[in-house]
């Protein structure tokens, strides 16, 4: 028993997964029991951040961070090393299947699996002592002195031979305690009890009785034995003594599950003999026993037990070699720690027991003796309660390992009893993984490492989700130092938590979340309904698309970009039907996808009207329009004669306005909505054209209503100052805008419209409609239903100021066009200017509004620039950038100083500059000029004289041929001398009229 205790904590210690179920564990249990599942913290201070049931049929019940218990489900109470803990009750035989429970904390992610069966007949269970699987190391020795009476190894065999199933059980560990011998007498009463463990829950209670027969605790009925059920009591019952049959070996066991998946088995066999038959030669301890509380005494034994020589391989800790000593192994403890956490350990004092000596037995096999403790970072508990203690400090890696705390002393003063305590530290620390997350299409390989190297990388371990074992897993040989792994072909399963671990004696671990997600999750494109004549903006693919490129029916590429696809047109025509091309680059793909779409046109169906009406009842005005819509509506509003927006909300009131209407109803397909107004005590500003709105999910609806209310006018120059015909206003009688900023101009009219067009001050029109965008310009109104007419263009010029006027049309072709004015003042954003004076030349450049700037930039013709930071010799600086003004003086300036210079600035809060040439300049130098002289020498006259006339004679006097000749000659020269006094530079011809980039 002892040796597969150390047996399974040295595996615990290396793999650093203890608690986490590596199979799944089958469990029988009877129609209205009930299955408890838990799921063991690595320690007290771990955050259990989610806890959740999975049912066979993949139902998921949520017990953290939000508790959805039931009467079928329960989350239990936390404890110190249990957070995650939960009951399915009153188990039926729809319940057969594996039950999971899930734990993620900021130590990763664990789960505890059981196969149930739900047995629906009362069965008689047998335990098959040849396939429990006793190994060398689990085999239980128990020694006993024969004048003890107590239950020797042999009998404990005879009795458990007796113990017969019919399903074979896997039981991963027995505990014999310490047996009990009671001498009784007729009609006297007993209690039998096997205490509760910490880490382990009770599943099954079993009694033997002296004929061999075993009983469950669940279907019990046995004459004179009564169930015990106390807290802390595991198993328990109270025998009264009326017949013969109750005298000779009982045994009581307690099954449970330990860590969340050892089957445990505790058996305490129990002797009972009447008073006539008890032995003479009894010892001390049997003639106490009887006379002790039997609770009492079982309490201070909640243990595993042997009786062992002190010849086994631990150091010797008496001189007396060969006295007999029993062994008791406390509950192990576990410590998942790290550098500079504290942990105690602590041996209780028990009632009866002389503690004599205490020491603690090192991971590599050193003995320390507490009392000259002399190792760093731990120190010993002094305290009353406590036995035997120390309180470790985590120090360094050398800590990590098993340890075994020993407490060594008498019971009731004559029997020597050593009990002992082992437990195991492993240091655990988090590294980062790349990626951190990874979402893929299965049937591809996913690839993770770590993001550090490591030269542990011979310990690289990667452990699936759940623990669950994988057979496609492989090593990258790229990244062998960063524990690089390759899933190959990936399926859903494989979603969730992977974790790479490695390391000697620090456990070191890093976790990547995985998505593995199907084809036929893609919400793929296949048909779309598109209007003629209509603007569409359609979004197409999934979400997790990362490139997108869309081809239309003529092989036009419609989009190309990153992120989901985005088809935007304009306007829908008859060419856009037909079949499109759709390739996409997926999340978690590296190739593309290609697949194909319809897309079909269809002519637009007439908007519907929307009705109106006035209710005049004094003291109040009621406005009330209605529509029918293939839509929801979802919005309602109203616009006074004044142009004031007022929103129609059922059930609110505010001021002399209150929501007034019937709401929306739905039938035959079609909402049908009716929303008003109603003006309570209506005065002048309340009567006239009124406007209203209906929205919903695709279109606006308009219309217009007429208020009337003779008893509001007072006077009859009120009257006249209402409006009940349409007038189209300008919104704005001035327009002011900077060149390279869109315009918007609009007016409006309380009445639908039916074409909209602008006239610019030079004559030229401009013809707008509801989704028009040209590039250059686009409608910016509400509709023409709305009365709305708006344009807007993208970049006017200075030269485009001056008196524009809007024109519309109405449906009524009586009714005569009408047209709105406004003044357009569009102006340069940077203004230039070149004086020369005085033989002075001044450069300068003006912001409009004088914003301030960051910088003023000039460059000359010939290409030289420079900042107000960095002038050249012989220029002056009379700038102030605050102001948005540029200045530069130059004194006797050269001919190239005085042709026409680019100045550019770059506006403060702006990315890019506005650059302008000032005006064109070549006025000569005077006398005192220092540059360049030109100089026409007499000689070069004279030749020129007498070329000019030999060209003349040839002319006149010469062949054709020659003529013609002739002729093409002078004018070459004549254009090569004009030329030469119009020909600008380079830099001169490349200078833009607007924004330059940085680098201009």
């Known amino acids: 028993m002892q040796s597969s205790g150390q047996t399974a904590l040295c595996l615990l210690c290396v793999t650093g997964l203890i608690f986490i179920s590596e199979a799944v564990r089958e469990v029988e249990l009877n129609e209205g029991e009930i299955l408890n599942l838990s799921i063991i913290a690595s320690n007290s201070n771990e955050n259990i951040e989610e806890c959740f049931l999975e049912t066979p049929n993949k139902k998921i019940i949520q017990f953290k961070p939000e508790d959805h218990s039931n009467d079928k489900y329960r989350l239990l109470p936390d404890s110190e090393f249990t957070k995650c803990q939960a009951s399915v009750n009153n188990l039926q035989s729809g319940d057969n ?23 629906s007949e009362e069965t008689t269970e047998s335990i098959s002592i040849e396939n429990i699987g006793k190994t060398e190391e689990s085999t239980i020795e128990v020694s006993t002195k024969v004048e003890d009476f107590v239950i020797t190894n042999q009998a404990a065999d005879e009795t458990t031979e007796l113990i017969t199933e019919t399903t074979t059980i896997k039981i991963d560990d027995i505990i014999i305690l310490d047996s009990e011998n009671i001498t009784t007498k007729y009609n006297e009463g007993h209690k039998l009890t096997i205490p509760e463990y910490d880490f382990s829950y009770k599943e099954k ?11 469950d605790f669940e279907d019990m009925y046995i004459h004179g034995v009564r169930i015990l059920k106390e807290n802390n009591v595991a198993c328990g019952v109270v025998i009264n003594i009326d017949s013969d049959e109750m005298i000779g070996n009982w045994m009581l066991i307690s099954r449970s599950v330990r860590f969340g998946t050892e ?13 006539e038959d008890t032995i003479e030669t009894t010892t001390a301890e049997n003639i106490l026993i009887p006379e002790l509380d039997q609770t009492t005494t079982r309490q201070q034994t909640e243990e595993n037990t042997e009786k062992v020589q002190t010849t086994e391989s631990l150091p010797e800790i008496s001189s007396t070699t060969l006295e007999e000593v029993s062994v008791t192994y406390l509950e192990p403890g576990y410590f998942n720690t790290k550098i500079g956490e504290i ?24 003995r320390h003796d507490l009392e000259h403790l002399d190792i760093y970072g731990m120190e010993v508990i002094k305290d009353f309660n406590v036995a035997c203690g120390v309180k470790i400090e985590i120090t360094s890696e050398n800590m990590v390992g098993n340890w075994m705390l020993v407490a060594r002393g008498t019971k009731y003063s004559t029997d020597v009893i050593e009990r002992r305590l082992q437990f195991t530290i492993v240091i655990l620390e988090k590294v980062n993984s790349l990626p951190t997350d990874i979402t893929i299409m299965e049937g591809r390989d996913i690839y993770l490492r770590l993001e550090d190297s490591t030269p542990f990388y011979d310990t690289c371990k990667l452990t699936a989700p759940f623990e669950e074992s994988r057979e496609n897993i492989e090593k990258d040989i790229r990244f062998v130092d960063t524990c690089g792994f390759i899933v190959r072909n990936a399926t859903k399963k494989d979603s969730g938590q992977w974790t790479i671990s490695y390391g000697l004696k620090t456990n070191y671990r890093a976790w990547t979340a995985v998505y593995v997600y199907g084809k036929s999750d893609l919400p793929l494109p296949s048909n779309y309904v598109w209007t003629i004549n209509r603007p569409i903006t359609q979004l197409i693919g999934p979400d997790n698309t990362v490139y997108c490129k869309v081809i239309d029916a003529n092989s036009n590429v419609v989009f190309d970009g990153f992120g989901k696809c985005n088809v935007t047109l304009a306007r829908v025509t008859a060419e856009h039907a037909g079949t499109w091309t759709i390739f996409l680059g997926l999340e978690g793909r590296v190739l593309m996808d290609e697949n194909n779409f319809t897309v079909s046109v269809q002519q637009p169906d007439s908007k519907p009207a929307v009705s109106t009406s006035v209710k005049v009842n004094k003291p109040t005005v009621t406005l009330t329009c209605s529509v029918f819509a293939s839509h929801p509506v979802r919005s309602c509003k109203f616009r006074d004669p004044g142009g004031r927006i007022l929103l129609a909300i059922p059930g609110v009131g505010e001021d002399r306005y ?3 209407g019937n709401g929306s109803s739905y039938s035959s397909g079609v909402h049908s ?23 919903t999910e695709t279109e606006n609806y308009y219309g217009f209503l007429k208020a009337r209310c003779p008893w509001a006018i007072k006077h009859s120059e009120e009257a006249a100052n209402i409006q009940f015909d349409p007038v189209l206003k300008a919104d704005s009688q001035t327009v002011k805008a900077l060149v390279g900023e869109s315009v918007t101009m609009s007016c409006s009219v309380q009445s639908p419209i039916t074409y909209c067009y602008f006239r610019a001050r030079n004559g030229t029109t401009y013809s707008v409609s509801p989704g028009q965008s040209s590039g250059a310009i686009e409608y910016a109104g509400a509709g023409f239903d709305a009365g709305e007419c708006s344009i807007r263009f993208s970049n006017l010029l200075a030269n485009d100021s001056g008196l524009w006027s809007c024109h519309v049309g109405f449906p009524n072709k009586r009714h005569a066009e009408q047209n709105a004015t406004y003044q357009v003042s569009v102006q340069d954003t940077l203004v230039t200017e070149q004086i020369f004076r005085d033989n002075v030349l001044f450069v300068r450049g003006r912001v409009h509004d004088n914003r301030g700037v960051e910088y003023c930039r000039f460059v000359r013709i010939d290409g030289l620039g ?28 050269s001919v190239l100083e005085r042709h026409p210079w680019t ?8 990315d890019y500059e506005y650059a302008q040439q000032t005006s064109h300049s070549l006025t000569m130098p005077g006398p005192e000029d220092t540059g360049v002289i030109f100089r026409f020498p007499l000689t070069w006259i004279f030749i020129i004289v007498i070329g000019l006339s030999l060209i003349i004679v040839g002319i006149l006097v010469g062949p054709k041929r020659n003529r013609t000749w002739t002729y093409a000659r002078a004018s070459l020269l004549r254009n090569n001398f004009r030329r030469s006094f119009n020909r600008k530079t380079a830099s001169e011809q490349n200078v833009p009229a607007k924004n330059t980039p940085m680098s201009a």
């Open 343 to 366: 942990h105690e350990i602590k041996i209780p004092e028990y009632v009866f027991y002389n503690t004599e000596e205490c020491y603690i037995i090192a991971p590599d096999g050193q």
């Open 205 to 215: 209670c079993y009694i033997v009785l002296p004929d061999g027969k075993r009983h």
């Open 673 to 695: 909505h009716e929303c008003g107004i109603q003006i309570m005590n209506p005065v002048i500003g309340d009567l006239g054209l009124w406007r209203c709105g209906i929205e």
């Open 866 to 893: 420079f900042t107000t930071n960095n002038l050249p010799d012989g220029y002056s600086s009379e700038s102030r950038l605050l102001e948005g003004i540029c200045e530069i003086v130059i004194v006797s300036p």
């Open 658 to 660: 209150t929501f007034h």
């Open 97 to 119: 299947g594996v039950w999971t429970l899930r734990s993620v904390s900021d130590m990763g992610p664990r789960n505890e699996s059981v196969k149930l069966t739900v047995i």
């Open 903 to 910: 100045i550019a600035v770059r506006v403060t809060g702006m």
């Open 263 to 275: 089957i445990v088995e505790r058996r305490l066999p129990v002797r009972i003999t009447l008073e």
